[in-house]
């Protein structure tokens, strides 16, 4: 199965052109070929999995029982101590220029094999969930094509074994998520949102494009991922051509996983349909650039030297995003955009955990988030399908007692997110902040600390305006069905126990054991697990949890503060204008962009092309007036007014005569006989 | 010489119906002036036969002959048509019959 991982993608990309195809004449709408499909690819990803845990786990034997594999070339490399498990690649030639042959192929490693699992796991949740909740819309159909085709890209993009592959798939993804974000394109600002959500992951994509292309030639005319990162581990490549790469890299990632200072279409992305919310930002899209990150890491690890602790550009990319994410999750009113910057900030903990080292945290963190994040978005989009809203303040409150099943899985979701132990987010967010302390990134390890005490507390205004005190919506609030309810428990279950596939105190490491790359690979450090930053992390949240619980629940602190303080409403304002990075985008930076080239094209085309067709049509018109003047009128209708007037004045001169009288004709007649008789007789 | 006196005939008699023919308004006139020049033709023919003589002489009676005999059709046709113009117009002159004038 390891050789044949290419079926996994293959399968939903064939059930895409079969939805599209066939999908309306079946009894379910094609929703039932997407569902089949995805749930495949589940299973042969759960397989490969089964097989790579067992490739794994036979290396690690075969080390223990023969000593160090010294004759693995990746042991040599990485310097590593322990088993080396070759990733398996599989390749086969896509097309051949000028002597550059182009591969595309697979290649299965712990990450990889990691990323299919959650990609299609969470894909089938939402499938399933998709049948109930999307029922009788529009575009059901086409829908859940689409879907398949995320999933499909998305698949195509973990299992990439080149960075041209790679591209393809990143590219797909964009396009799914524009259709899927779009899904509703009637209404304006859900064309707009989806039209900013790929224009903006598009700016990041050009900085993509040039890494890519800084590599391809840094790295000795290759796009093969692991060439690429033997080479920039090997020394090969210089420190320059690593850091303009990794650079150019960065800004990819910034654009695809919604970092700070692209991040402003993730909250936009929410006007598509909340499964698809779900998808984006639980397993595909978004992830992605993490995961671009994770795969590239050498070029990352030496381009912007990440063993030498302090700063680096995507620790520092990846903090910022942690906190000014939490702090705008604060005064969203929409359950969706709540969640929304909540994402923006988890991905900025992936970020900023790769930016210090901390490679297994930060990948550990996309894979518990990948369960909670989805399970919290489908949980938004249960409520929102009871009350037919996603505004906390005006429709809902009080629907715990509505909705038990919802509610429950919400609570244990926002709870994982927040980093309560022992629920899966405290296992990964801790492992970032251990790394981050430990690798010489104090700063950031604080970072994360505030970051995860206002997430806490925002996810506490997020619980209590959605399922606390009285209801404001109208209408009956009912729970949702069994097909939605279902993927709720499931991810709830995942949730609570996916970080303890790691619960690093306890001995367990499997996580590490089984994704960790051990195959051209940096050093990265594991350190130790430490329980004084645990304690002081889970204080934080609890902290967090408390601050939210004391001002809502109980109602202490200063209400009605941003009504009395101008400081407070001022902050307020900026957080509400969301730091007014939309107007510095669309007002500052297109309009001056728009604007002198705006008047330069309009002056270019009133001076020039106006000019040219003025000038050409002035110059047609006036050798039109002379030809009219000069040849028409006066050669053409002379002539014909002329042959017509000499006609006229002949018939007029000659009907004189034509007397009508017997004896003119008869004097004629005589006059010129006599004539010709006269000049008979005188020329003869 | 004999021949002269002939042609000199025939020329006034051809000229006294040009004349008539030409000048004259009544339609009768008018005929019998075309008859006067249809016979000075005849003496001419006449005339100019006897002058050579022999067959010519047989040759030119018989062309006279011809002439009177057309001259004779003539002069009815032209005489019915005068009477027809009589009959519509109650006048007989010429110069009334224009209407082919342009």
């Known amino acids: 199965m390891l050789e044949q991982v290419w079926v996994i993608p293959l399968v939903p990309a064939i059930s895409f052109f079969l939805i599209l195809f066939v999908g309306k004449h079946l009894p379910r709408k094609g929703a039932e070929i997407g569902v089949v499909a995805v749930g495949a690819s589940l299973v042969l990803s759960l397989v490969t999995a089964a097989q790579w845990i067992h490739r794994t786990n036979e290396a690690r034997d075969a080390v223990d029982g023969g000593g160090h594999a010294a004759g693995f070339l990746g042991a040599v490399l990485a310097g590593a101590e322990y088993a080396v498990v070759e990733p398996v690649v599989r390749t086969v030639t896509w097309w051949q220029s000028g002597g550059e042959v182009i591969e595309a192929g697979t290649l299965l490693d712990g990450l990889s094999a990691m990323m299919i699992v959650v990609v299609t796991l969470v894909s089938f949740l939402v499938h399933l969930y998709s049948v109930s909740y999307m029922e009788g819309d529009r575009r059901f159909t086409h829908f859940f094509a689409a879907l398949s085709l995320f999933t499909a890209s998305m698949l195509l993009l973990v299992l990439s074994n080149n960075l041209l592959q790679l591209l393809v798939g990143w590219e797909l993804v964009g396009l799914c998520s524009f259709m899927l974000i779009g899904h509703w394109w009637e209404e304006k600002p859900n064309s707009d949102a989806a039209l900013k959500a790929f224009l903006t992951t598009r700016t990041g994509d050009i900085g993509l494009l040039v890494g890519i292309a800084v590599i391809f030639f840094g790295a000795g005319r290759t796009f093969d991922i692991l060439e690429i990162n033997q080479a920039a581990l090997g020394g090969g490549v210089s420190d320059l051509v690593l850091l303009v790469a990794a650079s150019c890299l960065l800004l990819g990632v910034i654009g695809k996983s919604g970092q700070f200072p692209l991040h402003t279409w993730l909250p936009d992305a929410m006007a598509g349909p909340t499964p698809v919310s779900a998808l984006i930002h639980a397993a595909t899209m978004v992830v992605a650039g993490v995961f671009l990150v994770a795969r590239l890491y050498p070029v990352f690890w030496e381009g912007f030297d990440i063993a030498a602790g302090g700063l680096n550009p995507m620790a520092l990319v990846g903090g910022i995003t942690v906190v000014i994410a939490a702090v705008l999750a604060f005064v969203q009113n929409d359950i969706k955009k709540v969640l929304a910057y909540s994402t923006i900030s988890q991905l900025g903990y992936m970020v900023m955990g790769l930016g210090v080292g901390a490679w297994v945290a930060a990948v550990f963190h996309l894979f518990t988030h990948a369960f909670f994040k989805a399970l919290l978005f489908l949980g938004s989009g249960s409520v929102s399908h009871a009350v037919h809203s996603f505004d906390m303040k005006s429709d809902m409150g009080g629907l715990r007692e509505h909705m038990p099943h919802t509610y429950r899985t919400f609570l244990i979701g926002s709870l994982a997110l927040a980093g309560i132990f022992p629920l899966a987010g405290f296992w990964s967010k801790d492992e970032i902040l251990l790394g981050a302390g430990a690798n010489g990134y104090e700063a950031f390890m604080v970072v994360g600390l505030i970051g995860g005490a206002l997430t806490a507390a925002y996810m506490t205004r997020c619980v209590y305006l959605t399922f606390f005190g009285e209801y404001r919506g109208h209408g009956h609030p009912h729970e949702s069905p069994a097909l939605i309810t279902g993927p709720l428990w499931v991810l709830a279950g995942l949730a609570v126990v996916a970080g303890f596939l790691n619960a690093v105190p306890f001995g367990i490491h499997l996580f590490t054991d089984w994704v960790e790359p051990t195959f051209a690979f940096p050093p990265v450090a594991h350190p130790e697990f430490s329980v004084p930053l645990a304690v002081v992390a889970t204080l934080l949240a609890l902290a967090g949890i408390g601050a939210g619980a004391g001002y809502y629940f109980r109602n202490l602190g200063p209400h009605g503060l941003t009504e009395r303080n101008v400081w407070a409403r001022r902050g307020h304002t900026l957080l509400w204008n969301r730091y007014y990075l939309d107007h510095l985008y669309t007002g500052v930076i297109v309009g001056s962009i728009k604007g002198p080239v705006a008047r330069a094209a309009n002056w270019v085309n009133q001076r020039v092309i106006d000019g040219v067709v003025n000038a050409a049509g002035v110059g047609s018109r006036q050798a039109g007036q002379w030809v009219y003047d000069k040849i028409d009128q006066r050669v053409v209708d002379g002539i014909v007014n002329g042959s017509a007037t000499g006609a006229g004045e002949t018939g007029g001169f000659l009907r004189r005569m034509q007397t009508g009288r017997v004896q003119n004709y008869g004097a004629l007649l005589f006059g010129a006989t006599a004539v010709l008789g006269l000049t008979l007789v005188i020329l003869i | ?102």
């Open chain 2, 1 to 102: 010489m004999l021949l002269n006196q002939f042609l000199i005939l025939a020329a006034v008699l051809f000229c006294i119906g040009v004349y008539g023919v030409l000048a004259r308004r009544n339609g009768v006139l008018v005929l019998m002036s075309i008859e006067l020049i249809l016979n000075a033709v005849i003496i001419n023919l006449i005339a100019f036969g006897a002058m050579l003589g022999g067959e010519s002489a047989v040759v030119a009676s018989v062309f006279a002959l011809f002439v009177i005999a057309v001259a004779a059709a003539e002069v009815g046709v032209g005489l019915a048509i005068v009477l027809m113009l009589y009959r519509n117009r109650q006048s007989i002159d010429v110069s009334d019959v224009d209407l082919m004038r342009g």
